[in-house]
């Protein structure tokens, strides 16, 4: 596609419940992002993938964060047993050249965890 | 480790002011990149400028300019004749070259700048 599609725009879950977040890269891009960003701060990194194979997580905040690229396009990133401090935004980003580091974000995932 | 700074939380100007966006650094690396990136209201970030570390020579683009100064670790970032449509937050960001840090930015907390017509 044209830009980075992010689904869904906003998210409420209740604390415990597990959410999907998807991601549809730029078509062609190999690498692709994942950033959390809280309210008034900046995006802060989580995890990278190039093609289908995952090089870094090492942003990933606990275990109960999972992404996952099975067919090197659209990626998934999964919260389980979402707490409170879970509630920000997700922001998907696609690149050509991650060497470079210009990225293409998406608009990104609202989640709210009550 | 790496750090960046936006001491300026929110900055409000009338239109056709000048506005300077400060950022500062911190960084062991020698060699990195920095970059500016704007979110509007919409929420994508979108890409300013990139600058490497090894080039200090200062930057133009229409209405926007770069002053990167590696003596104090600062990359400001000026907007001269602000617009309404210019009201956006912006990030300063820095990313190690090589490595395994592709893709892998370190972002200030953000500048909300509003311009009121």
């Known amino acids: 596609g044209a830009g980075v599609s992010q689904s869904p725009r906003y998210k409420v879950a209740k604390r415990g419940q597990d959410v999907a977040l998807r991601c549809d890269p730029i078509?062609?891009?190999?690498?692709l992002f994942w950033y959390q960003q809280a309210l008034g701060q900046g995006p802060e990194f989580l995890t990278y993938?190039?093609?289908?194979?995952?090089?870094?997580k090492s942003g990933l905040p606990s275990d109960r964060f999972f992404a996952e690229r099975p067919e090197g396009s659209v990626s998934t990133l999964k919260i389980q047993r979402t707490q409170q401090e879970d509630s920000a935004v997700y922001l998907c980003?696609?690149?050509?050249?991650?060497?470079?580091?210009?990225?293409?974000f998406g608009a990104g995932s609202r989640l709210t965890v009550l | 480790a790496q750090k960046v700074t936006q001491a300026q939380t929110e900055i409000s100007v009338v239109e056709k002011e000048d506005v300077t966006l400060d950022c500062v650094y911190e960084?062991?690396?020698?060699?990195?990149?920095l970059f500016w990136y704007k979110q509007p209201p919409s929420g994508e970030l979108v890409f300013l400028i990139r600058r490497n570390s090894f080039d200090e020579q200062n930057e133009i683009s229409g209405r926007y300019s770069w002053n990167f100064q590696k003596s104090t670790s600062s990359f400001n970032f000026t907007i001269t004749a602000s617009q309404v449509v210019d009201s956006a937050v912006y990030f300063c960001?820095?990313?190690?070259?090589?490595?395994?840090?592709?893709?892998?930015?370190?972002f200030g907390q953000g500048t909300i700048l509003t311009v009121h017509p």
């Open positions: 980003a696609s690149s050509s050249d991650p060497a470079l580091g210009v990225l293409t």
């Open positions: 078509s062609g891009h190999v690498s």
């Open positions: 960084t062991r690396d020698t060699t990195y990149y």
């Open positions: 960001a820095l990313m190690p070259v090589g490595g395994t840090s592709y893709g892998k930015l370190t």
């Open positions: 993938f190039q093609n289908e194979a995952q090089l870094d």
